[in-house]
């Protein structure tokens, strides 16, 4: 388990781990304290010390590695609470039966408070938190029953561990967040950018070569037509929403707004849909797919609709063109010849995200391809 999120930023749980180095030298003063006042009460004086010493060692061994992020191992962390305890069972040796009639401390005393805290910096709630409960049964197991001190040592163990591992967790997570919108924001100025100079140099060169090659007719007519395809396509391009790294989310009206040209129609949401990446790859390479049989078999005038609605549970994309239709059974004869491209490009992608996808056809009715997917769970919305 990596402690950031991003391989070159600090670990923002950092001042938690520098407070378990203080507080483990301070609990070290304490028991070093205990034991003097109790000296000459315990049972093996020599064990005593030699637990004392062992706590020292492992102060120091902590206060070496875990000050810095690049040595916050798992293995040591995990030996952090394994020698703990171990230190916590010298108890039984070396303290005398006064003294556990007494509840006088163990050879740990609050020392051992600290192994739950690291425990939940390096792992999060539920490790300090487990941390917490193994420590408290070490307690109550050094002291041979479990009575009502125990418990409420344990309890303090497992919260300290759960609070320590709540606040790690939640500061790497804002400090994810912070990254990724300085990552966008860095983006969509670098966009902007260059949104400036190519309205400034390539978009004025093809609104002009449109409008010349409308005036002058012929061949000029239809190279001012393709030119005014791309002046579209390239303005939707340089003013949508950078769609982020793989695996990330991505917004799906933005990704099919650049589809957009002058026989082209695109319309959605005035709001953001926010998908995973990958499914917005496959949704739009399959719209791609449907408006590409619209060139090649409804005709140059044709002209396409893509639809996007949001709906509660569900994405709908909907891709409807005004051409002659598909004629009744040509689809099964282009499977029969070899042609997938109807199945795997469309039904295929489709299936793939969970959805499903229906034609609608008819000789001179036009066609229209309505796909439907299922929203992840957690990116559902509320019904309005």
């Not at 305890?85 to 303290?95: F, T």
């Not at 344990?154 to 591992?165: R, W």
């Not at 849909?273 to 140059?300: C, F, I, M, Q, Y």
Request: hydrophobic residues 45%; charged residues 20%.
């Amino acid at each position: 388990m990596s402690t950031t999120s991003e391989p070159h930023l600090r670990d923002p749980a950092t001042p938690l781990w520098l407070g378990t180095v203080v507080l483990r030298w301070i609990t070290l003063a304490f028991a070093l304290g205990a034991i003097i006042v109790h000296l000459g009460e315990y049972r093996n004086i020599q064990l005593t010390w030699a637990g004392f010493a062992a706590m020292v060692v492992w102060t120091v061994v902590t206060t070496l590695t875990f000050s810095r992020e690049r040595y916050r191992w798992t293995v040591l962390v995990v030996a952090d609470v394994v020698i703990t305890c171990g230190i916590m069972m010298l108890s039984p040796l070396a303290l005398s039966e006064e003294q556990f009639a007494a509840t006088a401390p163990l050879v740990t005393t609050v020392w051992a408070s600290v192994a739950p805290l690291t425990a939940g910096a390096r792992f999060g709630a539920v490790g300090g938190g487990l941390a917490g409960l193994i420590v408290g049964v070490a307690t109550g197991t050094a002291r041979g029953e479990f009575d009502l001190d125990v418990a409420r040592d344990g309890v303090l163990l497992f919260a300290s561990g759960l609070v320590i591992g709540i606040a790690a967790m939640t500061a790497r997570k804002s400090q994810a967040a912070l990254a990724r919108a300085m990552r966008t924001e860095a983006a969509t100025a670098e966009r902007e950018r260059l949104a400036r100079s190519i309205h400034d140099s390539v978009l004025q060169v093809l609104a002009r070569v449109r409008r010349r090659g409308g005036e002058l007719g012929g061949e000029a007519a239809e190279l001012a037509q393709l030119a005014g395809e791309q002046e579209i396509a390239l303005r939707a391009l340089v003013t949508s929403e950078p769609t982020g790294p793989s695996g990330s989310d991505a917004d799906l009206r933005a990704a099919l707004g650049v589809l957009a040209t002058s026989r082209v129609q695109v319309s959605g949401p005035a709001c953001e849909v926010r998908l995973p990446s990958n499914t917005v790859t496959e949704l739009v390479a399959a719209v791609k797919e449907a408006l590409s049989n619209v060139d090649k078999h409804a005709g140059e005038g044709a002209k396409a609709w893509v639809l996007l609605e949001e709906l509660t549970n569900e994405i709908v994309l909907t891709v409807r063109d005004d051409g002659p239709g598909i004629p009744e059974g040509r689809l099964e004869a282009a499977a029969a010849e070899g042609h997938i491209g109807v199945a795997q490009s469309i039904r295929g992608r489709l299936a793939q995200l969970g959805g499903t996808a229906k034609l609608d056809t008819a000789p001179g009715a036009g066609t229209e391809w309505e796909m439907h997917i299922p929203r992840p769970a957690n990116r559902r919305r509320t019904a309005r």
